[in-house]
């Protein structure tokens, strides 16, 4: 048989409940030429025996079994057996767009420049969705090309999970899948930017995203908000804090806050924080003073970072450096 051009990852670790619905997503694909191979990480309820009945119906199909290993290990292995050219990333409680998959690899052959590629989402159930999601699911799908998505890609991940679609080229180049203690996903994401990869998102929801409080993200410490940030300033300090060992931050609230903590925990000196708020303004937050905001344009002895948390203040922020003369990444960088 010979190698598809497309290969499926689908982990699953006690889906049996919401499986069919994702297997039903995946066999009605507009595009055919592509494998799947579903790794069941020691699951305890029917996953295994649905798994199981999906691949004898479709030699599409394959399906690994493993003692329970973890997600990014068992992507890690699973990504191992995947034959495609490209690989695509499912999960087993999601449904994808019956032209998800044929998309995003005419968007591939149409552009060769770019490694991997996403499609906007939507979550569901709409009673379990909170407003945190819906803020997530508004600012990802505000992002669709590479550029944009190159300069806010410390602000969250770019490209939602189940819906990345990589050049295994581009994918091996970087190691694939490791085990850091975070966000598998982001980790990969961000290897992928600082290689100079290329990313992009379909501006088109192709990618419907279940929610509720049973999803590792809620549950399991590699997503925790502080792993994300000791993710981000991982890579931060490999790219736009190499060589510099003092920060300013634009944000005395409380994201700034904590990335100034996680900061000072790497070994990163906080030089001054600025804000808008009068109430903070002359106070000193771990010993760094906080500065009116419009110092800010003048205080450029050091590296500024702009950790902000309320709704449009990052573009304002923006556009004020940037008329100011400030460049990014250059100069600063938005995170959160």
Same mark, same amino acid.
């Given at each position: 048989?010979?190698?598809?051009?497309?290969?499926?990852?689908?982990?699953?670790?006690?889906?049996?409940?919401?499986?069919?619905?994702?297997?039903?997503?995946?066999?009605?694909?507009?595009?055919?030429?592509?494998?799947?191979?579903?790794?069941?990480?020691?699951?305890?309820?029917?996953?295994?025996?649905?798994?199981?009945?999906?691949?004898?119906?479709?030699?599409?199909?394959?399906?690994?079994?493993?003692?329970?290993?973890?997600?990014?290990?068992?992507?890690?292995?699973?990504?191992?057996?995947?034959?495609?050219?490209?690989?695509?990333?499912?999960?087993?409680?999601?449904?994808?767009?019956?032209?998800?998959?044929?998309?995003?690899?005419?968007?591939?052959?149409?552009?060769?420049?770019?490694?991997?590629?996403?499609?906007?989402?939507?979550?569901?159930?709409?009673?379990?969705?909170?407003?945190?999601?819906?803020?997530?699911?508004?600012?990802?799908?505000?992002?669709?090309?590479?550029?944009?998505?190159?300069?806010?890609?410390?602000?969250?991940?770019?490209?939602?999970?189940?819906?990345?679609?990589?050049?295994?080229?581009?994918?091996?180049?970087?190691?694939?899948?490791?085990?850091?203690?975070?966000?598998?996903?982001?980790?990969?994401?961000?290897?992928?930017?600082?290689?100079?990869?290329?990313?992009?998102?379909?501006?088109?929801?192709?990618?419907?995203?279940?929610?509720?409080?049973?999803?590792?993200?809620?549950?399991?410490?590699?997503?925790?908000?502080?792993?994300?940030?000791?993710?981000?300033?991982?890579?931060?300090?490999?790219?736009?804090?190499?060589?510099?060992?003092?920060?300013?931050?634009?944000?005395?609230?409380? #994201? *700034?806050?904590?990335? &100034? $903590?996680? /900061?000072?925990? @790497?070994?990163?000196?906080?030089? =001054? +924080?600025?804000?808008?708020?009068?109430?903070?303004?002359?106070?000193?937050?771990?010993?760094?003073?906080?500065?009116?905001?419009?110092?800010?344009?003048?205080?450029?002895?050091?590296?500024?970072?702009?950790? #902000? *948390?309320?709704?449009? &203040? $990052?573009? /304002?922020?923006? @556009?004020?450096?940037?008329?100011? =003369? +400030?460049?990014?990444?250059?100069?600063?960088?938005?995170?959160?």
């Amino acid at each position: 048989m010979s190698e598809p051009r497309l290969s499926v990852l689908l982990p699953c670790r006690d889906a049996a409940e919401h499986l069919a619905q994702a297997v039903r997503s995946l066999s009605m694909q507009t595009f055919g030429d592509f494998e799947v191979v579903a790794v069941n990480d020691g699951s305890r309820d029917r996953t295994a025996e649905a798994l199981e009945h999906w691949a004898a119906r479709d030699d599409r199909v394959r399906v690994v079994h493993l003692e329970r290993i973890g997600l990014a290990t068992a992507l890690q292995e699973g990504a191992r057996l995947c034959r495609g050219e490209l690989l695509a990333r499912a999960d087993a409680d999601d449904v994808a767009h019956p032209r998800r998959l044929a998309e995003q690899v005419e968007f591939l052959s149409a552009h060769p420049e770019i490694a991997a590629v996403g499609t906007q989402v939507r979550y569901f159930p709409h009673e379990e969705v909170g407003w945190g999601a819906r803020r997530y699911q508004d600012w990802l799908n505000g992002l669709s090309d590479p550029d944009s998505i190159a300069r806010d890609v410390f602000v969250e991940c770019p490209i939602a999970h189940p819906t990345l679609m990589v050049r295994r080229s581009a994918f091996e180049q970087v190691g694939g899948y490791r085990v850091n203690g975070w966000p598998e996903d982001y980790d990969l994401i961000l290897r992928l930017h600082l290689a100079g990869a290329r990313l992009a998102n379909l501006p088109r929801v192709l990618h419907f995203w279940r929610e509720g409080n049973h999803r590792a993200s809620r549950t399991d410490p590699r997503y925790a908000p502080e792993a994300f940030r000791g993710c981000k300033i991982h890579y931060m300090r490999q790219s736009c804090l190499r060589g510099h060992d003092e920060v300013n931050i634009w944000g005395a609230g409380r #994201v *700034g806050k904590d990335f &100034a $903590r996680a /900061l000072a925990d @790497e070994g990163v000196k906080i030089r =001054g +924080f600025f804000d808008i708020d009068p109430r903070k303004i002359g106070q000193q937050i771990y010993g760094a003073p906080v500065r009116d905001a419009h110092d800010a344009i003048r205080h450029r002895d050091a590296y500024l970072l702009v950790a #902000v *948390g309320a709704a449009g &203040a $990052r573009e /304002l922020i923006r @556009e004020q450096l940037d008329q100011a =003369g +400030f460049s990014e990444p250059e100069n600063y960088r938005c995170a959160a």
